[in-house]
């Protein structure tokens, strides 16, 4: 069925054209894998997956459910013949108005003629369903009357849904809401439906070539993530303006006024043509464009680590777009090609005044070997200068969650028709479960979340790698996990929630091997423990 997901939306498609002051240039295609994986040569799945009963922000239903294909295993001709065969051509009625984002696919397995699984989303199941996000339609709008339009295929044995289009109940054929390429058009049927599908076609110019730019699902959820880069732009400016002679600062805040007004005119080097620039390093992961949010920010020389082309072209159009001069934004691999000499100066006789590393992954986690980053980068900072975030603090809570126990290891022999393969399937279980979206995470709170762990990249006497923390019991119940999210601050009042609705990080949680029973207005003593990025947590008896 056709689906609108604001969840799946901002995971797929940069739906933004300012971010911080910067503008995104239209000739640039963001693009997540399951989109792209279309035109290229490797084995790329051309779709996501999610537990829609799950997805943060629900969905809504915009067609009603539609066969796609049968396939019969027992037909060895069929089965052939599936990689070969023209694509289907499917049109589905529209019943409900709204944002088209997703084309959502499971299954009917029928084992014979009286039993069958099904792994749609109403149904209770291990299963997860497929997920097509919908692209490049210039209206994504759409209501009763409508049809959704699209070819449905098997080439390389994986199932893909491309030409998705909308067939407007306004228009005979509106190819203005289609991605459609023009010789399919010849698809479209007879001679009056072509003519109305060409007279409908935009015959304007681009102002350039496209430049498709392929990002993970969490690269584009967070260029989404609009508090983020203010956050990061603020913590900046004042590092920067700390570090500035009063004079400068005005001039360069002045700048920045004018920057986001007119979003992104570039650097105003007026009066400071002769400055030293200040050095900023982005060591994040991925696809990052506070290098660029850097570069507005006055007499600033940024860096970026990105290592794909791909990714250097998208910030070099960027750049461009936004009125910088060329020689502004530099790729600091281009200098040492060796990604474990990243953290150095410069220049020889030059330190930097802000250095942003990656503290907490996509998942939850903690970066593999951050410590060691936070103290050589501590080392190559100018007198004044940061490295971001200053510090993390790391908190949790106790819940009674039956899901995330069931989800973690085989529960007993009921549901595995009387044979015990519990203990050996449960030796392969990890201690701790990430990508968890807490917010619908089915589960019980026992207690309000308390601060675990402080994590300081600035001031390392700070740091408590081994604590023990007491928590107060809200709520009788079971406790069976401690999930855990972080606040990075990046000062003492700029900081970021990774629980928040529009954080790009999951959350994670410690899963108890066994549930420990508490009552209303006890105490668990905590046991926490930092080694090497690795953090446990431990209930103390």
């Known amino acids: 069925m056709a689906v609108e997901c604001a969840e799946i939306r901002r995971h797929h498609r940069v739906g933004i054209k300012d971010i911080a002051g910067i503008c995104l240039p239209t000739n640039v295609n963001f693009q997540s894998p399951a989109y792209s994986s279309a035109d290229t040569e490797e084995t790329v799945e051309p779709y996501t997956t999610e537990k829609m009963s799950r997805v943060p922000g629900g969905y809504l239903a ?29 049109g589905v009625p529209v019943i409900k108005e709204g ?22 989303p109403s149904e209770e199941s291990c299963w997860e369903q497929a997920v097509y996000p919908v692209h490049d339609l210039t209206d994504y709008w759409i209501k009763p009357g409508d049809h959704v339009m699209m070819e449905v295929s098997c080439p390389d044995c994986y199932l893909r849904i491309q030409s998705i289009s909308v067939f407007s109940s306004e228009h005979e054929m509106d190819v203005g809401k289609s991605f459609t390429k023009n010789k399919d058009l010849l698809s479209l049927g007879n001679e009056a439906e072509l003519c109305s599908a060409l007279a409908n076609l935009q015959t304007s110019k681009p102002d350039a070539v496209e430049q498709a730019c392929v990002l993970e699902t969490t690269e584009i959820a967070l260029l989404n993530n609009v508090p983020y880069h203010e956050a990061f732009k603020m913590a900046m400016r ?30 105003n080097n007026s009066g400071q043509s002769a400055a030293e620039p200040f050095y900023v390093l982005d060591v994040s992961e991925g696809f990052s464009i506070l290098p660029i949010i850097a570069g507005t920010l006055g007499q600033v020389k940024p860096y ?68 060691e980053k936070a103290a050589i980068s501590r ?49 392969f279980q990890v201690p701790i479960r990430a990508f968890l979206d807490l917010s619908l995470l089915p589960c019980v709170p026992l207690s309000k979340p308390v601060e675990l762990l402080r994590l300081d990249l600035m001031t390392p006497y700070l740091n408590t790698s081994n604590r023990e923390v007491k928590v107060h019991i809200c709520k009788s119940g079971q406790v069976t996990a401690i999930p855990f999210w ?11 929630d990774t629980s928040s609705e529009a954080s ?19 105490e668990l003593v905590l046991d926490v423990q930092h080694h090497k990025s690795n953090v446990s947590i431990t209930v103390k008896h």
């Open 62 to 90: 915009l067609t009603e459910s539609f066969e796609i294909m049968t396939v019969d295993f027992n037909n060895l001709q069929e089965l052939k013949s599936l990689a070969t065969r023209k694509p289907d051509k499917i």
């Open 486 to 496: 972080y606040h990075m601050h990046l000062d003492d009042e700029i900081r970021l």
């Open 238 to 267: 004042k590092v920067l303006s700390s570090l500035t002679p009063e004079k400068l600062c005005q001039a360069t805040d002045a700048h920045c006024q004018d920057s986001e007004m007119s979003c992104g005119s570039g650097q």
């Open 99 to 120: 944002i088209l984002d997703a084309i959502v696919v499971w299954f009917v397995l029928q084992l014979d003629d009286e039993h069958s699984l099904c792994t749609s």
């Open 379 to 427: 080392c190559l900072l100018q007198s004044g200068g940061k490295i971001f975030p200053q510090y993390v603090l790391m908190f949790g809570l106790l819940v009674e969650s039956q899901t995330l126990v069931e989800e973690n290891a085989v529960q007993g022999t009921a549901r595995t028709l009387g044979l015990n393969i519990a203990p050996f399937i449960n030796q």
């Open 504 to 522: 790009h990080w999951k959350q994670a949680a410690v899963v108890l091997d066994n549930p420990i029973q508490v009552e209303v207005g006890e």
């Open 304 to 371: 970026s680590s990105v290592e794909k082309d791909q990714h250097r072209v998208t910030l070099d159009l960027i750049s461009e777009a936004n009125h910088f001069p060329k020689e502004t934004l530099e790729f600091w691999l281009r200098h040492g090609e060796d990604e474990s000499a990243v953290l150095q100066r410069p220049k020889s006789d030059k330190l930097w005044s802000i250095i942003i590393l990656d503290v907490i992954e996509p998942s939850g986690l903690i970066q593999q070997e951050i410590m």
